[in-house]
């Protein structure tokens, strides 16, 4: 059976209160203030390294994973979906329970799986299944995406997610979705998807740590909020970050949330450095790598980040 973790991230609070949840819930409460040291020596496994300004692990050692930004706290949980097969961590969401919206997804990705031995899921009952480990009341009681005019875009997409039948159905939980305009979801952004796959697949890439999402922060990064409460983003992002033979290599994504067709549109238009992506959203990425090659990979000039990337 999968196995997923569930685990809250403000010390300040040790219960969650009826008003925000509508049941009795308890909960360990635990805020991230210095982030963990890891690396990964082999995909998917997590060794460590020192650093001062990372995830806490004493409590989730699944947070000194590279792929990890510093958690935010407050109101925020982190889920980690995982499996029982060789992978482990499908993939981990962070969940704004105030907002009730996710600030991101971020997951690895090597050869291994990114094979595709699967089709995508499908289910005319419950395509959109609500999140199992979520507590009741954390999120809404309907689906709000039916009928609101926007897609259900996946941030861990399903394609990303093949290697198993368990695996791609995670990635339809509501908790991996943020509201997009379908012209956005299936053509630039959809582009930008197949860039990454394309990059996790090659002989170049060891590991390919990816952290994606949408502005859910700023008021003024927040394109509307429906009726129903469901906030869209203003903007989306990627902040990606490959290990291969010869060190770390890393860049950002940042692209507005544009009800236009823009496919095929050139992507080295929406490439940023990871210093100033973590500027513009606010998130701390990648925050696991030592010190010195964490501040060599995010700041080099963007021109030299399109070059090493292909772009």
């Known amino acids: 059976m999968p196995c997923t973790h569930l685990f809250p991230t403000n010390e300040t609070m040790r219960l969650l209160t009826t008003q925000m949840i509508g049941i009795l819930s308890v909960a ?27 995830n806490d692990t004493s409590t989730e050692p699944a947070l000194s994973r590279l792929e990890f930004p510093k958690v935010k706290g407050g109101f925020s949980r982190v889920v980690i979906h995982s499996l029982t097969d060789r992978f482990g ?32 899921y499908y289910s005319t009952e419950n395509q959109y299944p609500f999140d199992p480990d979520l507590p009741a009341g954390l999120y809404f009681n309907g689906d709000p995406f039916w009928g ?9 997409p399903s394609a990303d997610r093949l290697y198993s039948k368990e695996a791609n159905i995670q990635t339809f939980y509501l908790t991996n979705m943020q509201p997009q305009k379908n012209a956005f979801n299936a053509n ?44 869209v983003p203003k903007y989306f992002f990627m902040a990606l970050l ?66 090493a990337w292909g772009l």
Not at 33 to 49: E, H, K, L, M, R
Not at 90 to 117: F, H, I, L, P, T
Not at 148 to 156: A, E, K, L, Q, T
Request: hydrophobic share 30%; net charge negative.
């Open 188 to 231: 630039l952004w959809a582009d930008m998807e197949a860039f990454v796959r394309g990059k996790a697949n090659t002989r170049n890439s060891d590991t390919l740590y990816v952290c994606k999402g949408g502005t859910i922060d700023n008021v003024d990064q927040v394109l509307t909020t429906l009726s129903n409460g469901l906030m």
């Open 89 to 120: 961590i499908n993939y981990s969401v962070e969940w704004d329970s105030n907002k009730k919206a996710q600030r991101w997804s971020c997951y690895q990705m090597y050869a291994d799986n990114c094979v595709s031995k699967t089709t995508r």
């Open 28 to 54: 360990a409460v635990f805020i991230f203030t210095s982030c963990s040291d890891s690396d990964d020596d082999i995909p998917g496994q997590s060794a460590v390294v020192k650093n001062t300004n990372r």
């Open 242 to 307: 490959m290990k291969n033979s010869s060190g770390y290599k890393a860049m950002g994504f940042w692209v507005e949330h544009l009800n236009k067709n823009l496919k095929g549109d050139a992507l080295s238009k929406y490439v940023v450095n990871i210093r100033d992506l973590e500027q513009k959203t606010g998130i701390d990425f990648f925050c696991n790598l030592p010190d010195e090659e964490e501040e060599h990979v995010e700041t080099l000039p963007v021109e030299n980040v399109k070059r």
């Open 148 to 156: 609101s005019g926007y897609d259900h875009g996946h941030i861990c």
